[in-house]
């Protein structure tokens, strides 16, 4: 599974990186970015639950597990 904000939505809330540090960072300009190109295992529950609480609905997953 891959994780992907969109810096063009975010406002910076703060809410992925609170909830997955592993994951997500805050960037210099105010926006998350995604430090992993795969979501490890154990984490995907926890981005779901990201993706879900992100107030500005930025974040999207992608499956390429197919
Ligand atoms: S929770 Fe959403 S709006 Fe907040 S920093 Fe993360 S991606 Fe951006």
Redesign the pocket.
């Known amino acids: 599974m891959k994780v992907h ?1 969109d810096m063009e939505v ?8 609170g909830l997955c540090p592993e994951v ?1 960072e ?1 960037h210099d300009d105010g ?2 970015i995604v430090l992993v190109g795969e979501v490890p295992p154990e984490l995907e529950e926890t981005v779901r639950k ?1 993706v879900s ?4 609905t ?2 999207s997953l992608s499956d390429d597990s197919r």
């Open positions: 904000v975010c406002a910076g809330f703060g809410v992925c990186l997500f805050l926006y998350a990201a609480q992100c107030p500005s930025a974040i």
